[in-house]
């Protein structure tokens, strides 16, 4: 299951302190490390990071907390940029983060980057709010592919795309949903869609 960038780190840190020390760090120590002061933060790291399997907990002990072998199935780490709406557009926003992705999901060539999908307009692809979509960096795409296109240079969405002589169907997979329909000229693909992510 995919980590946060911050939940690689503190997990990294958790499996180096046991290694060097033989047992686990405090949250306040943990906290210390990453410049975090509020420990109800640090334990709600640790807890997803135990929720995914990662960490386990020992009953009845301080510092119980100890690290799992990273699941054997390959991550790769791409860059996630912000969110995309899977519903009307929303202004594009690019965010400087990582998430942890299984390699089977990352094609072999191509830029690959990941977004975490707002709004439910894809569901009929089984694309939900709260997901994450790994997207090949792309600047064209068959009918028929669910992309990333940005409308007018500021408007991201996620939809299929269809295009149609000089006009482009961006057509959601929700029957109670409109497409929308726009001159090429005002539509730039940015990625296709590869993979799905889903965090329970």
């Given at each position: ?15 180096e ?53 990273t ?21 594009a ?10 390699q ?77 329909e ?19």
């Amino acid at each position: 299951m995919a980590l946060t960038r911050r939940q690689r780190e503190i997990y990294d840190f958790i499996r180096e302190f046991v290694d060097s020390q033989g047992y686990s760090p405090s949250l306040e120590e943990i906290g210390a490390r990453f410049g975090l002061s509020s420990v109800a933060t640090v334990h709600k790291h640790v807890q997803h990071l135990v929720e995914k399997g990662f960490l386990k907990k020992s009953l009845h002990r301080s510092r119980s907390v100890e690290p799992v072998e990273t699941p054997a199935s390959p991550v790769v780490s791409l860059p996630l940029l912000g969110s995309v709406a899977a519903g009307a557009p929303i202004e594009a926003i690019e965010l400087s983060e990582s998430i942890d992705v299984p390699q089977q999901l990352v094609p072999k060539r191509g830029r690959c980057f990941a977004l975490r999908v707002r709004g439910d307009s894809m569901v009929d692809e089984q694309i939900r709010d709260g997901d994450f979509v790994v997207l090949e960096s792309a600047a064209e795409a068959r009918d028929g592919e669910t992309v990333v296109a940005l409308v007018r240079g500021e408007d991201a969405t996620l939809k299929k795309f269809y295009r149609r002589g000089s006009t482009v169907r961006l057509v959601p997979a929700n029957a109670a949903m409109r497409p929308i329909e726009v001159p090429a000229s005002e539509v730039q693909i940015r990625g296709i869609v590869r993979g799905l992510l889903r965090r329970y």
